[in-house]
């Protein structure tokens, strides 16, 4: 990563070329085999639009959690820290080799006496020092890369990053999330979430249910019917939680969903979710009816309310080419699909548009743009569920179902079910 920046550098001060697209192969493969936060990074980055030049973005957006797992020394270690020397008597049975390795760390499937099939996911050793070294160095190539391109400032990126890096390494609040999202989606009979087993979690483990599943690319030759029964029980298990409760899971990864023999979906891994202040959710939906009516002080208002602040005229239109694209697919009363992709990268086209004008704005005296913190995650999410429906080629009426979703939003009712929600889970 610091290659890349010195690079990128490189090529803005001193005109030295550098081959952007063999450089960002050799990146994707060091991250894919790197244990902890940069390959997570490099996953987030790939989703926020001109974070990075677009031959990087679009080889780390194939990065997947599949770095090589730690051997069974390390498991020994970790299961008999956390649960002490007569850990494997607490099992019927724990195999020793990894059923998948992420970021931060591995899951072994494992059973318990009463015969549950369970998840044990172990944290790597010493992640919290990993997180803090590596989230220096991203201040650095940010602060390089807005030398190189200021139209977008980074300030609230990287403490957004940083906080939720840092959240991911607490497996009990992952576990109050994990609860959380079991009751918000208790009456949504397509989406399914794991139940945690207390008494074989702690900070660094977290066991919880196994869920059976295919992966969701195994169904891209489904029947159009099959196709799209996934994507609208994918679409509830993002939206629901955030138009009635102001909660996004931030992780819309490959990864974190499988889907079960009946097409509904199992959702995964709580360990980055993120609470939006209410208003916030108010916003999304005010921005929505602004671009209904054309009006643009419902705009403005929308954009002030997510904390994007004195926003020029050309900024606002500039931002609202982007907002027209992510919805886009709700402003049409009709079947379509959610999008296209431009050479691989969903919304590329549209990012690269948005990114010039920002560009040419700050040239003309009105600065870069400094995205909001809570915008970091939300846009991912929308980025990256698009993604998924695009390789569903789900089609939709979009129209009617996001506006069946937010036809009685209240936000003081809002406010008071995520006040209950987060005082019954300690979140």
């Not at 201040?139 to 300030?155: G, H, L």
């Not at 499988?258 to 208003?279: E, Q, Y």
Request: some cysteine; aromatic content about 10%; hydrophobic content about 40%.
């Amino acid at each position: 990563m610091a290659g890349l920046a010195a690079r990128v550098a490189g090529e803005k001060y001193f005109g030295i070329k550098i081959e952007r697209g063999d450089h960002a192969r050799q990146l994707t493969e060091a991250l894919g085999n790197l244990k902890g936060p940069l390959m997570k990074v490099g996953q987030i980055l790939a989703t926020i639009p001109e974070a990075l030049p677009a031959e990087y973005a679009q080889d780390f957006q194939n990065l997947q959690s599949n770095a090589p797992p730690m051997g069974w020394p390390f498991v020994k270690r970790r299961m008999k820290t956390e649960l002490g020397a007569d850990w494997e008597s607490r099992f019927k049975s724990f195999e020793k080799e990894a059923a998948a390795a992420a970021s931060l760390g591995q899951v072994h499937k494992a059973v318990t006496h009463d015969g549950r099939k369970v998840a044990c996911k172990l944290q790597y050793p010493d992640m919290s020092s990993a997180i803090g070294a590596d989230l220096n160095q991203l201040k650095v190539i940010f602060s390089i890369y807005e030398r190189y391109d200021n139209a977008i400032q980074t300030k609230y990126i990287h403490e957004e990053l940083a906080a939720r890096l840092y959240e991911e390494l607490d497996y009990s609040l992952e576990a109050r999330h994990t609860k959380m999202y079991e009751h918000m989606l208790k009456d949504e009979k397509g989406v399914h979430v794991p139940e945690v087993v207390d008494e074989l979690s702690t900070q660094r483990l977290l066991t919880s249910t196994w869920l059976d599943g295919e992966k969701i690319l195994n169904f891209k030759d489904a029947t159009a019917a099959e196709r799209n029964t996934i994507a609208m029980n994918m679409f509830r298990a993002w939206y629901v939680p955030l138009y009635y409760y102001g909660i996004i899971h931030g992780d819309p990864h490959l990864g974190n969903y499988s889907v079960r023999k009946d097409h509904s979906i199992n959702l995964l891994d709580f360990g980055c979710v993120r609470i939006f202040p209410p208003k916030f959710v108010g916003g999304v939906i005010d921005l929505y009816h602004s671009l209904m009516e054309n009006d643009i002080k419902r705009s403005v208002h929308a954009y002030e309310t997510w904390g994007f602040n004195n926003l020029s005229k050309d900024q606002i239109e500039t931002l609202n080419i982007w907002a027209r694209f992510l919805y886009a697919p709700l402003m049409e009363d009709r079947v379509r699909p959610i999008g296209e992709v431009t050479n691989g990268v969903f919304g590329k086209e549209t990012a690269q548009k948005v990114h010039e004008k920002l560009r040419e704005a700050g040239k003309a005296g009105n600065g870069g743009v400094t995205i909001p913190r809570e915008f970091v995650f939300m846009d991912r999410a929308a980025l990256g569920l698009g993604s998924v429906f695009l390789h569903l080629k789900a089609e939709i009426n979009w129209y009617r179902v996001f506006n069946e979703m937010i036809a009685d939003f209240d936000l003081a009712k809002l406010e008071k079910r995520q006040k209950d929600v987060l005082k019954k889970f300690n979140v």
